[in-house]
């Protein structure tokens, strides 16, 4: 079974700083996909970014881009320009490439953004 | 496009008594999934839908959830009777078949008392 762990339950960063989330995950499979979600006080789950496993480029998305580690099975998140509406849960979830398509969420990061 | 809608979004019921929640997909979307979080730990998978039919239900803890998905638009999920331990959020995702991106709603948040 996959695991996804995320080692820092809260981080804070300070606006306009960057900050980066770690995430480190457990598979035996070579294909799949990572994502990370943003969770807000309104509670809705966005996802922020993903990245499939057989892509060797690390996926960006405006201020947030990863570093893919498939070897180190490693997935952090990082933030630049850190604004206050970046504040929230992030998640990291995993997903098989296979019929499975439920994902396998870490517990969790609170990113607070200090102004 | 309306996104995926949860009702209610809170709901605080007696130890016992039975709750249904409710998720309504994005239309078109033929998968329909649930998670929970029970409070500081992590988001769990509870089960799968492909339009109607329960495609996984692996996560399911006991047999005191009941999830159905009628027609293949809208699902529910009861819990009967509600025990202390079932108390957190609720999250349903919907995706259109064959695609990755899942869209989830805001959650029900359910406390049991």
């Known amino acids: 079974a996959q695991t996804v762990t995320q080692s820092q339950p809260e981080m804070s960063v300070q606006e306009a700083e960057t900050v980066t989330l770690s995430c480190t995950y457990d598979?035996?499979?070579?294909?799949?996909?990572l994502f990370w979600y943003k969770q807000p006080p309104s509670r809705q789950m966005i996802l922020v970014i993903r990245?499939?496993?057989?892509?060797?480029q690390n996926a960006t998305e405006n201020r947030f881009s990863v570093n893919f580690q498939k070897a180190a099975k490693s997935f952090s998140l990082k933030i630049s320009d850190s604004q206050l509406g970046d504040a929230a849960m992030y998640f990291c979830?995993?997903?098989?490439?296979?019929?499975?398509?439920?994902?396998?969420f870490g517990s969790g990061t609170q990113l607070t953004v200090l102004p | 496009e309306a996104g995926v809608t949860q009702f209610p979004s809170h709901s605080v019921i007696e130890k016992g008594q039975t709750v249904t929640l409710r998720c309504d997909p994005i239309s078109g979307h033929d998968n329909l999934y649930w998670y929970r979080r029970v409070m500081g730990k992590e988001i769990k998978f509870l089960l799968h839908f492909v339009k109607e039919s329960k495609q996984d239900e692996s996560g399911m803890p006991n047999n005191r959830f009941l999830a159905e998905r009628t027609g293949g638009t809208y699902s529910t999920l009861k819990v009967q009777p509600a025990e202390l331990e079932d108390s957190g959020v609720y999250f349903c995702?919907?995706?259109?078949?064959?695609?990755?991106?899942?869209?989830f709603g805001s959650g029900t948040r359910l406390t049991v008392v």
């Open positions: 979830a995993y997903r098989s490439s296979g019929s499975a398509r439920q994902l396998t």
């Open positions: 995702a919907s995706s259109p078949l064959a695609n990755y991106g899942y869209t």
């Open positions: 990245q499939e496993a057989y892509k060797q």
């Open positions: 598979t035996s499979e070579s294909d799949y996909y």
